[in-house]
């Protein structure tokens, strides 16, 4: 079955940087688009980044040239490095794969940003 496990979140200062992660398996990796998702305290879960099976990426405007969506296949790995970073992107942070018409979540890595 489908399982993907996030990782590397933490507290940071803000302009702080983080990479985050997130292993998948039960599906052929190199073939689907990942994407990452945040949900910040009281709000609604947001998109964050996308990337395509051939490496075609897309932002969210707010983090557009702060944040970096990458994958490596032979690892069964997408990334999400996160630079610069504001108070207000404190969230937890979820891997999504859209499958057969199924979303597919990890459980999210908690990024906290404060002094």
């Known amino acids: 079955q489908v399982q993907l496990v996030e990782s590397g979140g933490g507290l940071v200062q803000p302009g702080g940087s983080l990479r985050l992660s997130c292993a998948a398996s039960?599906?052929?990796?190199?073939?689907?688009?990942m994407s990452w998702y945040r949900q910040g305290p009281g709000k609604q879960r947001e998109w964050v980044a996308t990337i395509t099976s051939g490496d075609n990426t897309n932002y969210a405007g707010s983090v557009k040239g702060r944040f970096t969506i990458s994958r490596d296949n032979a690892k069964n790995t997408v990334y999400l490095e996160i630079n610069s970073l504001k108070p207000e992107d404190t969230a937890v942070y979820y891997c999504n794969l859209y499958l057969y018409s199924n979303n597919y979540w990890g459980q999210g890595t908690q990024v906290t940003v404060s002094s």
């Open positions: 039960g599906f052929t990796f190199s073939q689907y688009t």
